[in-house]
């Protein structure tokens, strides 16, 4: 085993790492004095981690007999890392006006984007337990960070609590597996699950909680009850991370478990389809009725889930055909770079809007807001377009390449895509009410004092930077596709 | 090869909404101003489009490739189907930015931006080749009619808009993914390379479903109709210009373009059940009409009517009825058009549209008098004048193959007669009711002349419709070669008895 090789081709897995190290270092010499240091210092560490990805290409080794280093693995992990570093602009500005302690902050919130990274590159049940862990357990902090607020802590404990539970499943469902095939590395897996005579009821039910465990981290009906009140409670720039940032490594790890180690089966297609359109079904209909901004976008952020199951579906269902169904999962990961930036822009705008005080993250508070903030209204009203699938934006050419990669498998997916359309009726229903709230409604004193908006550079910046590309791809996708692509 | 000239045409609009968008603190004269000039070059630029190629074929075609990963292109052309109605299109707009002056006046530059965006999407389903393309303008046109609607419309605006929004997406996901089984199959969504495609009868059944699921309720044929009042009686009077006059058409033009060349077979076997909607439609839509007080919510309905004939004129399968209905897809948006900015018009001045309300105004404003009824002939469809051509030509073609669908459309004409010259003598005719008639202007120069344009083409399409049937007749005939076809091997053979009779 070459390590320095290894530690070469890994680097932009460790470095958030490294960051995290450094940060606690700084905060340990001059705790308390180290001002904007942390921010700058793990934003820089995240960019140096990504030119080093954006600088080297995919390749076959396995480095640590434990992690890949494929096309797959590293696209996820630059969508992550730019997530990282849109997480710190959002953070930092925040952190400053609460008067909250940003080492801290910054070293938890690198541990848990290196888990990430780990995780979408984990090919190993041991490697992929680590990262889940190491993702999970600086997330219940960061979800209770403001340990004032009776919601933030609220936020935080539930997630621990499912949270937990959830790990119990995964660590289980490994077990069963280890118990089954004497292994956990994906390859060995792989290797006896090829003879569906050998798979044992283990195996199933190890499989099984397998995927419970990852359905609940990627908020997956029916494991999304914790979903809207740790969105809700958690200090906005925390969800913001979650909801990016989770949903991208736990469907990165599902991708190559459907990809590399599951058997095509129709138990599994039927699990996953019966995820897949719960998913779509509860989140679209539990969105119907929230006014808060946040909770309304983590029962969409349910939905999605769902639509993501299917592209999941997808891989499983075309692997064994030609192609390898390399379209089904670039597919999925052109989905999570459109979703990622779409959720990055709606949660900076909520920052913006909302202050962090609910009475002001409530839609109710800011009726015909687009005559008096038009360029904010505008931006939010793109990311609800976005997220519903209007064509010229990003999140309609996800839609667009997920259904197509769905025809794959010829008219095997037919009912979740039927689900899938159906169901996108029913969130036009929600995302089209923010439009009506702010182009339509007349505010009830047309005359009073808008609430001053949290307007702080970096994430007036950041809500710019992810509106304009969101429209930009949702024209001209190609450099995005060309980037994520093998 | 590559013409621009269509591009120009989409994008020009697209381009110059993003451009008004962006000027910081434009007032909304130059914005109106900006948006009228723009406007009215393109329809400038467009004219050129109406030099079809005689022979059906498609004309200023521009093919280049834009996604390639989802195997989309940017195809776009035109032939003597589109041309007319994307010049109707470019026509309509200045005179909905005209029109504007009288009824707009809060948040004036974002109408204009929505108006732009609104054309540049229109024009783009008219001329899209490429079947994912066309789905793209399809859905883009929604959002700016959507925010029309929605913002500056009446009390119920944002229940009409979101209804309007629902009811068009709803049926256009079943379309979306139809065309995405269509792009896998055939590996492209070329209409050219989806034409020469070999489909089971089963499966040109489910796809024949899902497109006319999307069309049949932008048509709106009934029982799918129930958006369309409400849309109109709250949308302002620019939005329902728009709404009637073009995008409509969008779902006829739908149908005839990819519906019955595409999926033959299952357009044969779904052709009565169409003609039976349709010709439900026209005499619902017409009863319906009849019984309405609100002016706008009249002419909603009458367009419920008069759609109702053009889908009949396509589903006849007969190429003069198919000709006729593509005519008078034309002739709607032009007399529906004019009846909308008339109204409009009357409701600037009375805040009301309750017919009740009205009487005498001929006396009062006999400049508006004499458009209302010449506005009012034309969409009954008096000789002389556009719709007769139209209607007729549906008629007659439909009569050869379906002599009772033609009777009871027919039926339609003369309730159409009896709703509309209902509607004349209400307003026009009759002692003065509204106290402050007389106060009321009769119509300016600036309206006089936005009505203008379209009062030439009603009495010159009346008086000559061959050139632009001309063009018209042979790409129909092109659409109708399939389905044609089909018709033929499903029909049972001519009783032998019938030969010796003809010959002696």
């Known amino acids: 085993m070459d390590v320095a090789a290894d530690l070469a081709a890994t680097a932009p897995l460790w470095l958030p790492m490294v960051g995290c190290l450094a940060v606690l270092l700084a905060e340990t010499l001059a705790p308390g004095r180290t001002g904007k240091l942390p921010a700058l210092l793990s934003a820089a560490t995240l960019a140096l981690a990504f030119a080093r990805l954006a600088t080297t290409g995919p390749s076959t080794r396995e480095p640590f007999g434990m992690v890949a280093d494929d096309a797959l693995a590293r696209s996820l992990t630059g969508i992550l890392l730019l997530v990282g570093i849109a997480a710190v602009a959002l953070a930092e500005p925040l952190l400053e006006r609460l008067a909250l302690p940003r080492g801290e902050y910054f070293a938890l919130l690198l541990a848990s984007l290196s888990g990430m990274t780990l995780l979408v590159a984990a090919r190993d049940l041991m490697a992929l337990f680590l990262a889940i862990e190491l993702i999970s357990i600086p997330l219940y902090v960061l979800a209770a960070y403001r340990r004032l607020t009776a919601l933030s802590v609220e936020s935080g404990f539930k997630y621990f609590l499912l949270g937990a539970f959830a790990s119990g499943f995964l660590v289980y469902g490994i077990a069963l597996l280890f118990a089954a095939t004497g292994d956990t590395r994906y390859a060995t897996l792989a290797a006896y699950a090829a003879d569906p005579a050998r798979l044992t009821t283990l195996w199933h039910a190890g499989s099984t909680l397998l995927l419970v465990g990852l359905g609940f981290k990627v908020a997956a009906a029916p494991f999304h009850a914790w979903t809207p009140d740790v969105y809700q409670g958690a200090p906005t720039p925390v969800t913001a991370f979650m909801a990016a940032g989770v949903k991208c490594a736990a469907f990165g790890a599902l991708l190559r478990l459907a990809w590399e180690v599951l058997p095509d089966s129709a138990g599994l297609r039927a699990g996953l389809s019966l995820l897949a359109c719960a998913s779509m079904i509860v989140g679209n209909l539990g969105a119907l009725l929230q006014t808060q901004l946040k909770r309304l976008l983590a029962w969409s952020s349910i939905a999605h889930a769902g639509y993501l199951m299917l592209g999941v579906l997808a891989v499983l269902a075309t692997k064994s055909k030609a192609g390898g169904g390399a379209a089904a999962r670039e597919a999925v990961v052109f989905y999570l770079a459109t979703y990622a930036l779409t959720t990055l822009a709606a949660f900076a705008w909520t920052l913006q809007l909302g202050r962090e005080a609910p009475e002001l993250q409530d839609l109710r508070a800011w009726k015909g807001l687009a005559r008096r903030r038009p360029w904010l209204s505008l931006a939010l009203a793109l990311c609800f377009l976005s997220f519903a699938g209007v064509p010229l934006t990003a999140g309609f050419l996800g839609k667009l390449y997920l259904l197509k990669a769905a025809f794959g498998a010829g008219n095997d997916l037919i009912a979740p895509m039927v689900v899938l359309a159906a169901t996108s009726v029913v969130a036009l229903g929600y995302y089209l009410r923010v439009l009506t709230t702010f182009y339509m409604d007349r505010p009830a004193d047309e005359d009073a004092t808008l609430p001053a908006t949290f307007a702080p550079a970096g994430v007036t910046l950041l809500t710019t930077v992810a509106c304009a590309a969101v429209l930009v791809f949702g024209v001209w996708p190609e450099p995005l596709l060309r980037w994520l692509g093998p | ?504």
Request: aromatic letters at 8%; one cysteine or more; hydrophobic letters at 55%.
């Open chain 2, 1 to 504: 090869m590559n013409d621009l000239l269509l591009a120009v045409l989409i994008l020009g609009p697209l381009a110059a909404a993003v451009v008004i968008a962006l000027l910081p603190r434009l007032a909304p004269e130059p914005a109106r101003v900006l948006t009228l000039l723009v406007t009215v070059a393109t329809f400038a630029a467009s004219l050129p489009l109406l030099a079809t190629d005689l022979g059906g074929a498609m004309t200023r075609e521009l093919d280049v490739g834009w996604i390639a990963a989802f195997r989309v292109r940017f195809h776009l052309g035109v032939d003597g189907i589109s041309a007319p109605l994307v010049v109707l299109t470019t026509l309509l707009m200045p005179l909905v930015v005209l029109a504007s002056y009288g009824h707009v006046h809060d948040r004036v530059k974002q109408y204009c931006v929505l108006l732009l965006a609104m054309e540049g999407g229109m024009i783009g389903v008219f001329a899209a080749l490429d079947l994912v393309l066309f789905y793209v303008f399809f859905e883009l046109s929604l959002v700016p009619l959507y925010l029309l609607v929605g913002i500056y419309g009446g009390a119920r605006r944002a229940y009409a808009a979101l209804k309007f929004f629902l009811f068009t997406v709803a049926g256009s996901l079943p379309l979306l993914l139809a065309i995405l089984w269509l792009v896998n199959k055939a590996g492209s969504g070329d209409f050219a390379t989806l034409r020469n495609l070999a489909l089971s009868p089963q499966e040109q059944g489910w796809l024949f479903a899902a497109f006319a699921a999307a069309f049949c309720v932008k048509v709106p044929l009934v029982p799918l109709h129930t958006w369309l009042p409400d849309a109109h009686v709250e949308a302002p009077t620019g939005g329902s210009v728009v709404l009637a006059g073009v995008t409509l058409k969008m779902g006829t033009y739908g149908l005839l373009r990819f519906c019955l060349p595409l999926f033959p077979q299952a357009s044969t076997q779904a052709m009565p059940l169409l003609l039976a909607l349709a010709v439900v439609g026209i005499l619902y839509g017409a009863l319906l009409a009849w019984a309405q007080g609100d002016l706008k919510k009249i002419v909603a309905y009458s367009s419920v009517s008069h759609l109702g004939f053009v889908v009949l004129g396509l589903f006849a399968m007969e190429s003069t009825a198919a000709s006729g209905a593509v005519l008078q897809m034309v002739n709607h948006g032009l007399s529906t058009g004019a009846l909308f900015l008339l109204i409009g018009m009357i409701y600037e001045r009375a805040h009301t549209r309750q017919l009740a309300e009205f009487g005498g105004l001929a006396r009062t404003m006999p400049r508006f008098a004499v458009c209302l009824v010449v506005a009012s002939l034309s969409s009954i469809g008096l000789p002389g004048l556009n719709g007769f051509v139209g209607e007729f030509l549906i008629l007659i073609g439909t009569w050869r193959d379906h002599p009772v669908a033609a009777s009871l459309a027919a039926l339609g004409v003369l309730l159409g007669a009896i709703y509309l010259l209902g509607l004349v003598k209400g307003l026009l005719f009759g002692p003065i009711v509204h106290p402050k008639t007389a106060a009321w202007r009769d119509l300016t120069t600036r309206e006089m002349a936005l009505l203008a344009p379209l009062f030439a083409l009603m009495v010159a399409i009346g008086f000559a419709p061959q050139p632009l049937l001309r063009r018209i007749e042979p790409p129909v005939q092109r659409m109708l070669e399939a389905p044609r076809l089909a018709l033929e091997a499903a029909a049972p053979p001519p009783p032998p008895a019938k030969q010796p009779k003809e010959g002696g």
